[in-house]
């Protein structure tokens, strides 16, 4: 329901004359507030199932952390600094986990602090031994302190901030930092919190770096701000049971620059794409759909696309990102992933990284 939400406002989006001001504003607060749902969502089946990390890239957690202050805390009442070693080693995370685990801590940060005050976010390289206090093996980690001035957390409340659903606040929902607890502890690290009544509250967080080189396949930080590819009429399957998110992803892929073939389900997929075999005009990229009501899911197909054309490029999507295979895609086959909801510029970066890797 929410990609076919999120294409259908995209798609008025881009339809739109460069100066309907307005309108395009308010189609930015609406996938805007998607985006809040996705999240919200994202955080239910990552506490309800265990999410683990789908998409980890090489990152630099300082540039991280420095864009979700600049994106949480602009346009407030509230100073932030960063500081972090030039040589700060890189961590292999998944970036938008991570990063919702820094929107978090600082959105109840700046709500602690109604009348302003200062954030600062410290980051260093720290060495633990295997005999160390902490619940962490021995090695090299991250480790984060994120600073506040605010009015301070009672005893009796900070023994419960990590819990499921518990929140003192009146519109609360009791996610956030149980949200943030089970995504550090996917990525093998550890969060902890200390705070003191009128002086503020301090968060440490420690994730390990990288050892080595990472995993074929894994992303690079700064992908997603490379310029994206414009499509040349390059032919693309797409797999999904809703018409309303099959109409929109292939407009949205059209206007992405591709040719679209879409498919209700993966009988439908795997004939089409014999089809364009016999023709000698291979499909560009296929993008499947996990889960299809009572018919083959995009983990069928895919087996039989293998087995017809080793070399087929398959994205898979899905919205259910605990599911084994959104987890570990290569695994099952796929080359790249797109997560519902998803935008153009989403859907071209995924496309963009299968043919690059191929």
């Known amino acids: 329901m929410m990609t076919a939400f999120t294409g259908k406002i995209t798609l008025a989006k881009e339809r739109l004359k460069k100066d309907a001001h307005y309108s395009e504003q308010k189609m930015e607060e609406a996938l805007g507030t998607i ?48 500081s972090s070693p030039d040589d700060l080693p890189a961590c292999l995370v998944d970036r938008g986990m991570i990063t919702q685990v820094f929107n978090n801590i600082l959105i109840n940060a ?44 009672p005893e009796e409340t900070l023994e419960s901030i990590f819990t499921p659903f518990y929140t003192t606040k009146r519109e609360g929902n009791g996610l956030g930092l149980a949200t943030a607890l089970s995504i550090i502890k996917k990525h093998k690290g550890f969060i ?24 074929t396949g894994a992303s690079l930080e700064g992908e997603d701000e490379k310029t994206l590819s414009q ?9 999904d049971d809703n018409k309303d998110i099959r109409e929109c992803t292939a407009e949205m892929l059209e206007i992405a620059g591709y040719e679209v073939e879409p498919a209700a389900d993966g009988k439908e997929a795997i004939a089409l794409y014999k089809n364009a075999l016999s023709r ?31 070399d087929v490029k398959a994205i898979v999507a899905s919205g259910y990102n605990t599911d084994p295979v959104m987890r570990d895609y290569r ?10 909801p998803y935008s153009i510029d989403e859907l071209r970066r995924a496309i963009d990284k299968v043919i690059s890797n191929g």
């Open 280 to 310: 000698n005009e291979p499909f560009y990229a296929v993008i499947l759909d996990l889960t299809i009501t009572g018919k083959m899911g995009g983990q069928e197909v895919l087996k039989e696309l293998l087995r017809i054309d080793p």
């Open 110 to 153: 700046m709500e602690a602090m109604p009348g302003g005050g200062v954030i600062r976010i410290m980051l260093e390289t720290i060495v633990l031994e295997k005999n160390t206090s902490l619940p962490l093996n021995g090695g090299t980690y991250v480790a984060i302190k994120i600073v506040d001035t605010g009015a301070g957390i």
């Open 35 to 82: 985006s809040l749902v996705k999240d919200l969502s994202m955080q239910l089946l990552t506490l309800s199932k265990g999410g683990v990390p789908a998409d980890k890239r090489v990152t630099q957690l300082s540039e991280l952390a420095d864009k979700a202050a600049s994106f949480i805390l602009g346009g407030s009442n509230i100073q932030h600094s960063i």
């Open 192 to 215: 902890d919190v200390e705070s003191t009544i009128g002086e503020g509250t301090t968060f440490f967080i420690y994730l390990p770096t990288l050892k080595e080189k990472p995993e």
């Open 331 to 340: 695994s099952y086959g796929f080359k790249g992933i797109v997560t519902k």
């Open 231 to 239: 499509g040349m009429g390059e032919k693309i399957l797409f797999m």
